[in-house]
């Protein structure tokens, strides 16, 4: 996991590079986290299904509020993963990447040939600090023909709801702005795509699935308690609403899945 250059800091939440080996068939299931999500692979190609849809793809993004999303190894593989708040994802991938409707989309579909351009490049560098700055370079280049920029108020409201996991009231944001109610939701969802209610609904699931995922062990009760839920069976039916599933499912699928895949970190891709 590396942070993005300073000047970055608030446009990338995080870039994090691995490969994976596993026991095929291997099929892992990905909840949204509220954020937008870039991958760009080398290697065996993901076939991601959503909603009975089944697409192949080495490189895609997805929104910060997609439907429950199953990836299936086809073989080994190499990841670059890089996490954008939404209204950064709109100024660096362009308009389109608000209007995925729940669905993963092809880079080149948004990125066209730079797609493939910044794949090549990447596959190229030996080190990870080699990638990093090369990720560094390409959202600075991106950032600087942006051509409209979000606006600030916009973009401290979205730092305060992500830094709080979205268990933060609303009324607080847009109190401490000095806006109404109506104001905040309308530029909020201009830039973001999302109402802040619901980026604070997908940022709580994105949350505990983490917390699930550092420890499929751990206490639902207290994974509720540590993401702002009212009880556990508040927690589990927002979870099952968003993701598909109960969060009891979610863990076993994940110890399920730990006996079948080797994950190694800053991997470098093939």
């Known amino acids: 996991m590396q942070a993005p250059a300073v000047a970055l800091r608030d446009r990338v939440v995080q870039y994090r590079s691995y490969s994976e080996t596993f026991a095929p068939p291997y099929r892992h299931l990905e909840l949204a986290r509220g954020q937008v999500v870039m991958v ?20 895609f993004v997805v929104g910060p509020d997609h439907r429950p999303l199953f990836a299936e190894f086809t073989g080994p593989r190499a990841c670059i993963e890089i996490i954008l708040p939404p209204w950064a994802a709109r100024e660096l991938l362009g308009e389109p990447v608000l209007e995925l409707g729940g669905r993963p989309a092809p880079l080149d579909e948004l990125l066209g040939a730079e797609a493939q351009r910044l794949g090549l ?21 991106r950032a600087a023909r942006a051509g409209r920029e979000a606006r600030a108020e916009i ?30 939701v309308a530029r909020f969802r201009e830039h973001t795509g999302l109402t802040p209610k619901a980026a604070a609904r997908w940022l709580r699931l994105g949350r505990a699935a983490e917390l699930l995922r550092q420890d499929p062990r751990v ?17 589990t ?14 863990r076993h699928h994940l110890e399920h899945a730990a006996r079948r895949v080797t994950f190694v970190q800053d991997a470098h891709p093939p």
């Open 219 to 235: 206490a639902l009760g207290g994974v509720a308690a540590a993401c702002g839920y009212a009880d556990q069976s508040h927690f």
């Open 155 to 184: 973009r401290w409201a979205w730092a305060r709801l992500a830094a709080a996991g979205g268990a933060l009231p609303v009324a607080d944001l847009s109190r401490t702005l000095g806006w109404s109610h109506r104001h905040f």
């Open 40 to 59: 760009i692979g080398s290697g065996a190609p993901l076939r991601l299904q959503s909603e009975g849809a089944v697409q192949g793809h080495h490189s």
């Open 237 to 250: 039916r927002e979870f099952r609403a968003l993701g598909g599933c109960t969060p009891r499912a979610y």
């Open 121 to 141: 490049q990447l596959a190229a560098t030996r080190s990870g600090s080699e990638r990093f700055a090369l990720l560094d370079s390409f959202f600075r280049r």
